[in-house]
């Protein structure tokens, strides 16, 4: 089983990264493989709703929602991890996780989903809640920790001195592994995910 581990920092080692680190730590001590994805500093616009995905099955306008398609597909769980920026998710991770739950959710559905963040100082619930909403409309079961999932640091050293938030990380890869494994269990016994109803759509404007 693997993991796939989502940066969306444009700081490729700073502190999101550490925080994901040590949960694929904690993942790969209980046997479960991991890829850690960048998605860059270059920006990423959010979905503007084109409906190009539809027939071409991923995003007609590139980039990494449309790159990371094969790990997506390959993967077992994912874990979100973004910095806070504006007391806010950064602005590049929630328009790739938009994009790639608009032209991908296929490959995302009924898969165990974390988010976690960064921060210096404030801001980190807000972020957490934000990323958390693509997972539950996506029917992604969330992985949750011991504290909310998010470490303390200006740099990705002072992230790893912040001793309880790199716990909770450990933590939260402790648990995805449980959860993987219990799905496997259900799976060899004959349990399949349930088939959601898709038919109402109501528009309260009359």
């Given amino acids: 089983m693997n ?9 490729a080692h700073g502190c999101t990264d550490a925080a994901l680190r040590e949960v694929a730590a904690a993942l790969n001590a209980d046997g479960i493989e991991t890829t850690i994805y960048h998605i860059g500093a270059k920006p990423v616009g959010g979905c503007v709703g084109c409906g190009g995905c539809a027939k071409a099955g991923r995003c007609v306008f590139g980039g990494p929602p449309a790159e990371v398609l094969p790990l997506a597909e390959a993967a077992d769980g994912f874990v979100f991890g973004a910095p806070v920026h504006y007391a806010t998710a950064a602005a590049g991770m929630l328009g790739f996780m938009h994009r ?3 032209s991908a959710g296929r490959v995302l559905q009924q898969k165990p ?7 210096r100082r404030a801001g ?13 409309i996506c029917q992604m079961p969330l992985v949750s920790s011991t504290y909310w999932p998010m470490v303390h640091g200006g740099t990705a050293e002072q992230a790893a001195l912040d001793e309880e938030g790199m716990q909770i990380m450990r933590n939260l ?3 995805m592994a449980w959860l993987l494994r219990c799905i496997e269990a259900g799976r060899a016994a004959g349990i399949t995910p349930p088939r959601a109803e898709n038919a109402a759509r ?5």
């Fill in 113 to 119: 989903a974390a988010v976690v963040t960064s921060a």
């Fill in 100 to 102: 790639l739950a608009y």
């Fill in 124 to 136: 980190t619930t807000t972020a957490l809640e934000a990323m958390e909403k693509v997972a539950q």
């Fill in 3 to 11: 993991v796939l581990l989502i940066n969306g920092s444009p700081h």
């Fill in 202 to 206: 109501t528009n309260f404007i009359r």
């Fill in 173 to 175: 890869g402790h648990n």
